[in-house]
């Protein structure tokens, strides 16, 4: 390996500082470089778990993370270990950390994680939905236009999708999930996960929109529930393959996808976010 260097992923509590394992102490307390989102942060849950941290603390986050990450590699190719941890939960969900696993995948450099708490599988685990097979979409799109068309190629996605989002966008987004699934759609919001205001709040997506309409704060996690296809519905997979079909014969993609859609029965416009999501 380069160095015998160690990226080390550290996942942080997303409520509870005493939900972290011994392990994170230990490592938060060794590391030559600690990594944090936000440094602040960093020092008060350090101080919460009574750790000294005796490396060099850098901040690692959205706006810094392409430089930081070309830095942090020189670190670890020097042999040392590198220590990334974020706000909540674990690094290069949603939050920094890609970019530097990346480089240090590619330079032979030891990747491992500390596993720790996650908004993602603990939403699922709470929401009452089917956790047997599952997807995470992160962020929708902040944009009404992007977020509608990103949802509508969700539609037909029969795994149980999991979603952050920011609580002033809550209401927006659930109406879009409402218009794309259904305002029956079963769901779940997740709110203050683990914290003391913790909430749950199931039901439909109409309904979930109209509450949140009212206003909510906090971390918030979104889970709902897959697609179920119904008898004599139209398998999106061979939709697909047969507009592939007919353009591997020389129609042009835009015609082949019109006239599949209308030999299906179903929009021309969701045949095509699924012909294009697979792009």
Same mark, same amino acid.
């Given at each position: 390996?380069?160095?015998?260097?160690?990226?080390?992923?550290?996942?942080?509590?997303?409520?509870? !500082?005493?939900?972290?394992?011994?392990?994170?102490?230990?490592?938060?307390?060794?590391?030559?470089?600690?990594?944090?989102?936000?440094?602040? /942060?960093?020092?008060?849950?350090?101080?919460?778990?009574?750790?000294?941290?005796?490396?060099?603390?850098?901040?690692?986050?959205?706006?810094n993370e392409a430089?930081?990450?070309?830095?942090?590699?020189?670190?670890?190719?020097?042999?040392?270990?590198?220590?990334?941890?974020?706000?909540?939960?674990?690094?290069?969900?949603?939050?920094?950390?890609?970019?530097?696993?990346?480089?240090?995948?590619?330079?032979?450099?030891?990747? #491992?994680?500390?596993?720790?708490?996650?908004?993602?599988? #603990?939403?699922?685990?709470?929401?009452?939905?089917?956790?047997?097979?599952?997807?995470?979409?992160g962020f929708p799109?902040?944009?009404?236009?992007?977020?509608?068309?990103?949802?509508?190629?969700? !539609?037909?996605?029969?795994? #149980?999708?999991?979603?952050?989002?920011?609580?002033?966008?809550?209401?927006?987004?659930?109406?879009?999930?409402?218009?794309?699934?259904?305002?029956? /759609? &079963?769901?779940?919001?997740?709110?203050?996960? #683990?914290?003391?205001?913790?909430?749950?709040?199931?039901?439909?997506?109409? &309904?979930?929109a109209e509450w949140?309409?009212?206003?909510?704060?906090?971390?918030?996690?979104?889970?709902?529930?897959?697609?179920?296809?119904? !008898?004599?519905?139209?398998?999106?997979?061979?939709?697909?393959?047969?507009?592939?079909?007919?353009?591997?014969?020389?129609?042009?993609?835009?015609?082949?996808?019109?006239?599949?859609?209308?030999? !299906?029965?179903?929009?021309?416009?969701?045949?095509?976010?699924?012909?294009?999501?697979?792009?």
């Open positions: 390996m380069a160095g015998d260097g160690r990226l080390v992923l550290a996942g942080a509590p997303i409520g509870q !500082a005493g939900d972290v394992s011994p392990r994170l102490r230990e490592v938060l307390g060794s590391a030559d470089v600690v990594a944090a989102e936000d440094t602040r /942060r960093l020092r008060r849950l350090a101080a919460e778990l009574g750790v000294e941290i005796e490396g060099r603390v850098v901040s690692y986050y959205d706006q430089a930081r990450a070309q830095e942090l590699l020189e670190v670890l190719e020097q042999g040392r270990t590198v220590v990334i941890i974020t706000d909540a939960g674990m690094p290069g969900v949603s939050d920094p950390g890609y970019r530097l696993t990346r480089l240090a995948v590619e330079a032979g450099i030891t990747v #491992t994680a500390l596993p720790g708490p996650s908004a993602v599988t #603990t939403a699922l685990a709470v929401s009452g939905l089917a956790s047997d097979r599952f997807c995470f979409e799109p902040r944009k009404s236009g992007d977020r509608a068309r990103r949802l509508a190629a969700l !539609a037909g996605e029969e795994r #149980t999708m999991v979603f952050f989002e920011a609580p002033h966008r809550l209401a927006d987004s659930l109406a879009a999930m409402a218009e794309a699934f259904g305002a029956d /759609r &079963e769901a779940a919001v997740c709110r203050e996960l #683990t914290k003391t205001y913790e909430e749950v709040r199931r039901g439909g997506l109409g &309904e979930l949140a309409a009212g206003g909510v704060k906090g971390e918030i996690t979104v889970v709902v529930a897959g697609h179920v296809p119904v !008898a004599g519905e139209p398998d999106p997979e061979a939709l697909v393959a047969e507009v592939d079909r007919r353009v591997a014969e020389g129609a042009h993609r835009k015609l082949a996808i019109a006239d599949v859609a209308k030999e !299906a029965g179903i929009p021309k416009r969701e045949l095509y976010d699924l012909v294009h999501k697979r792009l």
